[in-house]
Nanobody, 121 residues
């Protein structure tokens, strides 16, 4: 079973950048699509971005398109989320997850523990 551990969150001013990482244990990381999701206080968890097994295809929520970039390094069992031009509405706990269908957020499960991102105005 693959276990996930997110890191890289923190407090940043609006307009700033952060890079999140998600390290996966186990030998089967490259068999899965990977995704990033987030949950703001009082809101449901929402899809942010996903990437297929090879890293050749990516998908983004409209709210983060052109600001966030998802990538993966299968040799390091790690997926990244580069977040630029951050806005206060990006404040949330960010989770990574394994998926079976890259462009179907409902196929993602096996969540990590999350990392807090706070964007001040």
């Amino acid at each position: 079973q693959v276990q996930l551990a997110e890191s890289g969150g923190g407090l940043v001013q609006a307009g700033g950048s952060l890079r999140l990482s998600c390290a996966a244990s186990g030998r089967t990381f490259s068999r899965y699509a990977m995704g990033w999701f987030r949950q703001a206080p009082g809101k449901e968890r929402e899809f942010v971005a996903s990437i297929n097994r090879s890293g050749g295809s990516t998908y983004y929520a409209d709210s983060v398109k052109d600001r966030f970039t998802i990538s993966r390094d299968n040799a390091k069992n790690t997926v990244y989320l580069q977040m630029n031009s951050l806005k206060p509405e990006d404040t949330a706990v960010y989770y990574c997850a394994l998926g079976t269908v890259t462009n179907n957020p409902t196929s993602f499960n096996s969540w990590g523990q999350g990392t807090q991102v706070t964007v001040s105005s």
